[in-house]
């Protein structure tokens, strides 16, 4: 499908299956297990219904809201995600350009395929860098360090990947490190020349964030590099200790319990990140979206609330934002925009979510983005009273 005829994120998505080896739109698309979770975070959004109200004057709709103190023109920002330079060798600087330009936030994954320092010159107001807790303290606090000097303001912390996930769609492909695809997906991915030729020519794919003997970290690498680094004890002791050491703003990303949430806070985190990692890590957990109101209440308004997991519409940043969160967040949305067609496409993603939620809002009769709370819901929980929430 051609840019041009795109009007919806869905419509990205299945562009995006034209242009990638189904290896990698299935790395892209896929969950874990039996991706219940991944399901359920879009489904349960689709159940929440919203109210229309008439005869309201939304003439003049703001969008813009703030996080941690900064402002951005849209609830909505972007959730790290490594690896993209598989998708489009415009990789991290592309989307971070178009998160810019929509006046907004990009977040550089602690597992990104360019280095925090080459992101933070396209965005250098508009980034969050995502790290993790290395097993090798020294390598943790060499990151916060890059950071620092950088000029980054917030840090976002991996909460949830102690545990391995088991994606089988990627284990059907042969997806580990180096890949070692069937003869299938050699026959598949000569179907997509554009990719291949991008693949041959365009940025070299390495885990660029790190370095080893001063050149970036090479794919084939990442496996032993991540079996020697990777610290599965990784606990709020460690998030006490960065606390500490780190005087600029913290996020915890991959909170989906309330319990964790308060401990969180009194440990001193300035944003909470409700993240299931859009279904890709633990299967049969709930949906981000069923969490939200438990979390919300927990947290009391001591912390900042983010969320994401299956946005896909503007309708549904204006119900994350309505329950209870400063902010959505989406991650595969832009991926998809981004294989499609780079940074121009990432930049239409961000206005096709803006004028949605901009209609949203108007629909349900709110001109700020403030005045969004739960009186937007018709009250499913009782169809047959059909109450609703004044
Ligand atoms: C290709 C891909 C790579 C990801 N890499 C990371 C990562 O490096 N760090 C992280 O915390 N989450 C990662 N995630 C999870 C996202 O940050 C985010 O939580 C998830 O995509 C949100 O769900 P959504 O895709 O339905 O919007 C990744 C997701 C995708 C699709």
Redesign the pocket.
């Known amino acids: 499908m051609r840019n041009k005829w795109i009007v919806s994120l869905n419509d990205y998505r299945l562009a995006s299956r034209k242009k990638l080896p189904k290896m990698i739109s299935d790395?892209?698309e896929g969950g874990a297990l039996d991706e219940i979770t991944l399901k359920a975070?879009e489904a349960q959004l689709n159940r929440l219904q919203l109210r229309q109200r008439s005869m309201i004057d939304v003439a003049n709709i703001d969008t813009s809201t703030t996080v941690l103190g900064q402002n951005i023109d849209l609830p909505l920002m972007v959730?790290?995600?490594?690896?993209l330079t598989i998708f489009h060798p415009g990789s991290d600087p592309a989307v971070a350009r178009a998160a810019v330009r929509a006046g907004t936030i990009f977040i550089h994954?602690?597992?990104a395929g360019c280095s925090l320092e080459e992101v933070m010159k396209v965005a250098p107001e508009h980034l969050w860098a995502?790290m993790a807790f290395w097993k090798d303290e020294a390598e943790t606090h060499r990151y916060v360090q890059r950071a620092r000097n950088a000029g980054v303001k917030t840090l976002v912390v991996?909460g949830d990947v102690g545990s391995s996930s088991k994606r089988e769609r990627d284990l059907h492909h042969g997806l580990s490190m180096p890949p070692r695809p069937p003869v299938l997906d050699y026959f598949n991915t000569a179907t997509r020349p554009e990719w291949v030729w991008r693949w041959l020519t365009g940025r070299k794919m390495t885990y660029g964030n790190y370095n080893i003997d001063g050149r970036p970290l090479r794919m084939s690498e990442m496996n032993s590099w991540m079996a020697e680094n990777k610290n599965a004890s990784a606990n709020w002791d460690d998030f006490a200790k960065l606390r500490s050491e780190w005087s600029g703003k913290l996020v915890i990303?991959?909170i989906m319990d309330a319990e964790d949430a308060a401990r969180a806070v009194d440990e001193g985190a300035d944003g909470i990140f409700v993240?299931n990692?859009?279904g890709?890590q633990f299967d049969s957990q709930p949906a981000t979206i069923d969490v939200l109101p438990s979390i919300v209440h927990a947290v009391a308004g001591r912390a900042e609330i983010y969320i994401?997991?299956?946005?896909r519409r503007g309708h549904d940043v204006a119900k994350a934002v309505s329950l209870g969160a400063t902010a959505a967040?989406?991650?595969?949305?832009f991926?998809y925009a981004l294989a499609t067609g780079g940074e121009a496409a990432v930049e239409k993603a961000f206005t096709i979510f803006r004028d949605e939620f901009k209609g949203a809002m108007g629909f349900v009769g709110k001109t700020s983005v403030s005045h969004l709370d739960e009186s937007v819901f018709v009250d499913t929980r009782s169809p047959a009273k059909a109450e609703i929430y004044i």
């Open positions: 790395y892209l975070n959730s790290p995600m490594g690896m994954s602690a597992w995502q991996a990303k991959g993240s990692h859009g890709r994401d997991g299956g946005i967040l989406a991650g595969r949305p991926a």
